[in-house]
């Protein structure tokens, strides 16, 4: 018996160690072993690469596998390898090979030993590796990441687009496998298009990823936002996340962000040299770093199961991104989230990068970004629509409140006249009007394609000007749920009536729709947000607090604020710490101080918010990264207050030893800071007279030198530069 003969089952078992196949990886494996050409339709993480793994090792011949990646191709290899008990049975043939490597892996492919070959579309593009190739039996070919070949995928290749050429060069009659992860209807039939797939069978998998919880939130600033992400992340502290980011200084923004409250984060961009890359790459693997921010530059390939939440910062230029993106959580199938900031701003933004493209990118694009737009305002479910964007019909009661919208359900209002009316609109264009077109016929707005086309003339043109944009939008999205509309794959945004459009248009029922949100404009939620978030501050407490701090002050015989700042008392007046972790945490307390005097604040705070029932607040208070600049003018006047320096540090953010390089940048323009105050509790007397008799003796103005001087004298570098300073 030959291992063809076995049951696919325990081949599976034999090459693989896997006991069950995982969806329809069995009929695609043994469509792929009858040679039909073969359409694999599989989200990430669904086990794709598995439908041409198995078959290759059980079919006769080298399987061609060709992958855009160079950079993941040896880790796809070396996986192969993994299952087996010879290198030889999988290689890769790139640019990345020395001649004789490539000596090596042609003699193992003549030699029938190599099952699977790996090569780049560049690869292919060589006249030598094809002549190679003539000569090899070739089982199949199959092309990995399929959507490359679609412009109106996310990462189009143009090298895809010869495939077809070039497998026809080596061969007649190879059949061919594609696998993508992303596949609107536009980009499925680009791909069977491009491919020349004859005569093959279409496997698509459900996108759902009901382990997924979507959620939009408004982008007000992009402050707020970044301090949400911070809170959201500390929330989450120990958890794997990634944040998406369009550039790279917002990755190291939010990174630092993340690092400063405590979260192990690290940047990760294509600004980065490639070794810093792997190495981020690799401790994001090993668990060293919990959250990356990340430009996309970042995910691709990277199978890491327990990834529980993934923000976008930004959001992304088209569904098929933003579905590749938040597809990198929860790949175990345990709960994650997905969270996207979104502001008309960033829209705008990003319709600005593409005014320079060609005409044809930035139209395609314009679209792509429009449908991000609909996806990140709508008021329906979010799985729903995603779903139905790639083709899937799917009710929104199969979402078990998994998202924002379901979870928090708009308004819903009967739209059934109104969808009419657009289902008329339809009709009278003839399938020849895009979205935008038929809204502005109905709100009556005779945009230059609108009346270009004439459309001003029709009856329905004005009828729903009452009704604005948003609310058109709604509920021609609707239609489109309904199957009441279609919108064009081949003359991709074109919408037509359907049949079932036309059927519900001569008899209606009552159709319910969520409203879209309404994301205010930037400046109006800045206004509102700061109404909002303005704190609360317990006058009482705080009266209590200044008692405490007298009291603590006379024991100490120090003035009041030394102990604590008045801001820092009206800051505890309203976080209410009870920990002196949260006290540290309070604007102007340092750790040391939060320990030296925190206690019998503390206390008070405590039993204040046990008597009367005080709902503490659950927010983290954050800490946020120094602003380089306007430190000075704080520590001149901390200084003149004397303030310890430790709090003065601690309330900026920074160490001790960027404190006194501001110092010193303070004292060498000339403005004097007198420090005795500070200095008297930590040198005594005698330590500074003679740090002051050596700064006046000596000649050489060098802190290295007066180090090594004064450290006879159990200074430390810090009190060297001190006292230099007040010398
Ligand atoms: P895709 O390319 O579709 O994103 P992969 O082919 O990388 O997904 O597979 C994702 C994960 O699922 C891999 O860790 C793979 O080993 C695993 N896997 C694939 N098929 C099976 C199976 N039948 N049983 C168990 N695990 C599987
Ligand atoms: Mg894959
Ligand atoms: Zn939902």
Request: aromatic share 8%; net charge negative.
């Amino acid at each position: 018996m030959s291992v063809q003969d076995l049951p696919l089952q325990d081949a599976l078992q034999n090459y693989f160690g896997f006991s069950k196949f995982k969806g329809n990886q069995e009929t695609i494996i043994q469509t792929v072993l009858d040679g039909r050409d073969t359409f694999v339709i599989m989200p990430t993480g669904g086990g794709k690469s598995l439908c041409y793994q198995l078959p290759a090792l059980l079919k006769e011949g080298t399987a061609l596998v060709i992958s855009p990646l160079i950079a993941l191709m040896k880790n796809q290899v070396d996986q192969v390898r993994g299952y087996s008990e010879n290198d030889q049975v999988a290689h890769f043939l790139n640019s990345s090979l020395n001649k004789r490597q490539i000596k090596e892996v042609r003699e193992d492919t003549a030699a029938g030993l190599t099952k699977l070959l790996y090569v780049a579309p560049e690869t292919l593009r060589k006249t030598e590796n094809i002549e190679f190739l003539k000569q090899i039996n070739i089982s199949f070919v199959a092309v990995d990441e399929a959507h490359c070949i679609s412009e109106w995928g996310h990462d189009f290749r143009p090298e895809y687009r010869q495939i077809r050429k070039m497998i026809d060069a080596i061969g007649s009659r190879i059949p061919v496998v594609a696998l993508t992860a992303t596949a609107t209807p536009k980009v499925q039939t680009d791909i069977v298009k491009n491919l020349g797939m004859e005569d093959h069978r279409v496997f698509v998998s459900s996108f759902n990823r009901d382990n997924l919880f979507y959620e939009i939130r408004p982008k007000t600033d992009k402050d707020t936002a970044r301090k949400e992400i911070a809170k959201y992340a500390v929330q989450r502290k120990g958890q794997r996340g990634i944040v998406y980011c369009l550039n790279r200084k917002s990755t190291e923004e939010i990174a630092e962000l993340l690092r400063v409250n405590g979260i192990k984060a690290a940047p990760y961009h294509a600004g980065l040299e490639a070794q810093r890359r792997a190495r981020i790459q690799d401790q994001f693997l090993m668990e060293e770093v919990d959250v990356i921010c990340a430009t996309i530059a970042f995910g691709m390939g990277i199978d890491k199961p327990d990834v529980r939440y993934v923000v976008h910062f930004d959001i992304p230029k088209s569904i098929e991104n933003y579905y590749q993106e938040t597809g990198r959580a929860g790949r175990d199938g345990l709960p994650s989230e997905c969270v996207a900031f979104y502001s008309h701003q960033d829209i705008l933004k990003l319709e600005k990068f593409m005014r320079d493209k060609p005409v044809a990118e930035r139209e395609m694009g314009g679209q792509l970004l429009q449908e991000m737009v609909a996806y990140a305002e709508t008021g329906m479910c979010r799985r729903q629509f995603l779903l139905h964007y790639f083709g899937e019909t799917f009710s929104a009661e199969e979402c078990a409140k998994n998202c924002d919208n379901c979870r928090h359900p708009k308004e819903r209002i009967d739209v059934s006249a109104d969808l009419v009316l657009m289902l008329k609109a339809a009709k009278a264009t003839e399938g020849r009007a895009n979205i935008p077109q038929l809204v502005n016929i109905l709100r009556g707005r005779a945009t230059r394609d609108v009346e270009a086309a004439g459309y001003q003339e029709l009856p329905e043109f004005g009828q729903g000007a009452e009704k604005d944009e948003r609310y058109w939008n709604s509920v021609l999205r609707q239609g489109l749920l309904q199957g009441f509309l279609h919108k064009g794959v081949e003359n991709y945004g074109l919408i037509r009536l359907t049949d079932a459009g036309a059927a519900f248009a001569a008899k209606p029922k009552p159709v319910e729709l969520a409203l879209n949100h309404d994301f205010p404009s930037e400046a109006a939620a800045a206004e509102e947000n700061g109404h909002a978030t303005r704190a609360v501050l317990d006058e009482e407490l705080l009266n209590m607090l200044k008692a405490e701090r007298r009291k603590v002050a006379k024991k100490h015989n120090l003035p009041p604020y030394i102990i604590f700042q008045e801001n820092s008392l009206e800051d505890m007046a309203t976080q209410y710490p009870v920990s002196t972790d949260e006290l540290a945490n309070i604007a102007g307390v340092s750790k040391g101080k939060a320990m030296r005097y925190g206690r019998p604040f503390l206390r008070v705070i405590e039993q204040y918010v046990e008597e009367n029932g005080v709902d503490r607040p659950t927010e983290i208070v954050m800490r946020s990264v120094a602003k380089k600049g306007g430190n000075k003018i704080y520590i001149i006047q901390n200084i003149d207050k004397k303030i310890g320096l430790d709090d003065i540090a601690s309330a900026k953010g920074l160490t001790m030893d960027q404190l006194l390089e501001e110092m010193e940048t303070i004292v060498g323009s000339g403005t004097k800071l007198n420090m005795d105050y500070y200095l008297e509790d930590i040198l005594d007397e005698y330590q500074q007279e003679d740090a002051m008799e050596y700064f006046r003796s000596t000649e050489i103005d060098d802190v290295d030198a007066a180090y090594d001087e004064l450290k006879e004298e159990g200074m430390t570098m810090e009190e060297v530069r001190l006292m230099r300073l007040k010398f």
